[in-house]
C-alpha cells in the first residue's frame, strides 16, 4: 500500500489508465481479428476493407504506447502480405 499522498495518487492514476489502456488495446485486437476472419473465410474484398478500417486503429495505438511501433509495421505487413496473397490466388 502507498504511504505517502503522492504515491496513493499514482496509484489511482495508474488504475484508471490501466482500464483506458485495456480498452485501447481490445480495440485493436478487434480490428485486427476482423481482418484475419475475412481473410480466413477467403473474402479479399471484405478482407482489405478491414485492413483498411484496422491500419489506422494499430497506428493509433502505438501512438498511444499501447504497442511498440515496429510491433505495429510487422503486424500491418503481415496481414497485408495474407489479403495480397489471397487476392492473386497463392497460398499464404
Known sequence: MPNTKAAKKALRVA???T???KARKSRVRTFIRKVENAIDAGDA???????L???PEIMK?????IMHKRTAARKISRLHQR???LETGASA
Open 61 to 65: 495505438g502505438t501512438q498511444k504506447g
Open 19 to 21: 482500464i483506458i489502456n
Open 45 to 51: 474484398a471484405a478482407a482489405k476493407e478491414a485492413f
Open 15 to 17: 488504475q484508471r489508465r
Open 53 to 55: 478500417a484496422a491500419q
Open 83 to 85: 489479403i495480397k496473397a
